[in-house]
T-cell receptor, first 112, second 115 residues
C-alpha cells in the first residue's frame, strides 16, 4: 500500500461541475503539495499546505492534519482543467533530511 | 523569461554513453531538485540541494551524480546509460526548504530515451 493514496484515479466531469480530488497519507508530514501536470507534460505547483485551507481562483485546497487527509476542489470546472493532479507529502527522515512521497495522480477530464 | 529552464528538452542516446542535463533557475531560490517520471507517469524525487549542499539523496544508482556549481544551477550527470534510465526528468526549485518554504517551480522536463 502506498504511503500516499489518491482518489479517484480517473475522473470525468461535465463543464461547470464541482470537482473534489482526495489525498490520504499514512506518514507524519511537514507539508503537502498539490501539483498539476498538463497533457503536454509540464508540471505546475498549485499549493503547498501545512494546515488549514488555501484558495487560488477556482481552486481550493484543504488539509486535516489529524485525519491525514487533504482535498483539492475545483469550482465551475472547465475543459482547460483537464490534467493529472498529483498529491505529494514532505516528511522529515530520522537522519534529519527531507523526503518527498508522491501519490500516483488523479487523471481529470472535463468535457465541454 | 523562464523561471526554471532545463536543457535539452529531448535527449536520445545509446546505451553506455554519458550524458548531462542542465538546470538553471532565475528565481533566487536556495533549493533545487531533480525528479524522475517513469513510463507509468509516477513521479519520484532523486536529489535535492540547498545552498549547494545535498539534502535529499534518494536511492538512485551512483551512475547518477548531481552537480551544483552555484545555487542557481543543478546539473544531472548520468554515466553508462541504461535502457531503464529512459524517463522524463524534471528539475524544480523552491525557497527555504524548511517549514516556511515556498511552493516548487518546475522546469519543462527533459525526455531521455536510451536506445
Amino acid at each position: 500500500k502506498n504511503e500516499v493514496e489518491q482518489s479517484p484515479q480517473n475522473l470525468t466531469a461535465q463543464e461547470g461541475e464541482f470537482i473534489t480530488i482526495n489525498c490520504s497519507y499514512s506518514v507524519g508530514i511537514s507539508a503537502l503539495h498539490w501539483l498539476q501536470q498538463h497533457p503536454g507534460g509540464g508540471i505546475v505547483s498549485l499549493f503547498m499546505l501545512s494546515s488549514g485551507k488555501k484558495k487560488h481562483g477556482r481552486l481550493i485546497a484543504t488539509i486535516n492534519i489529524q485525519e491525514k487527509h487533504s482535498s483539492l476542489h475545483i469550482t465551475a470546472s472547465h475543459p482547460r482543467d483537464s490534467a493529472v493532479y498529483i498529491c505529494a507529502v514532505r516528511t522529515l527522515t530520522t537522519s534529519g533530511t527531507y523526503k518527498y512521497i508522491f501519490g500516483t495522480g488523479t487523471r481529470l477530464k472535463v468535457l465541454a | 523569461d523562464t523561471a526554471v529552464s532545463q536543457t535539452p528538452k529531448y535527449l536520445v542516446t545509446q546505451m553506455g554513453n554519458d550524458k548531462s542535463i542542465k538546470c538553471e533557475q532565475n528565481l533566487g531560490h536556495d533549493t533545487m531538485y531533480w525528479y524522475k517520471q517513469d513510463s507509468k507517469k509516477f513521479l519520484k524525487i532523486m536529489f535535492s540541494y540547498n545552498n549547494k549542499e545535498l539534502i535529499i539523496n534518494e536511492t538512485v544508482p551512483n551512475r547518477f551524480s548531481p552537480k551544483s556549481p552555484d545555487k542557481a544551477h543543478l546539473n544531472l550527470h548520468i554515466n553508462s546509460l541504461e535502457l531503464g534510465d529512459s524517463a522524463v526528468y524534471f528539475c524544480a526549485s523552491s525557497q527555504a526548504h524548511g517549514q516556511g518554504g515556498t511552493e516548487a517551480f518546475f522546469g519543462q522536463g527533459t525526455r531521455l530515451t536510451v536506445v
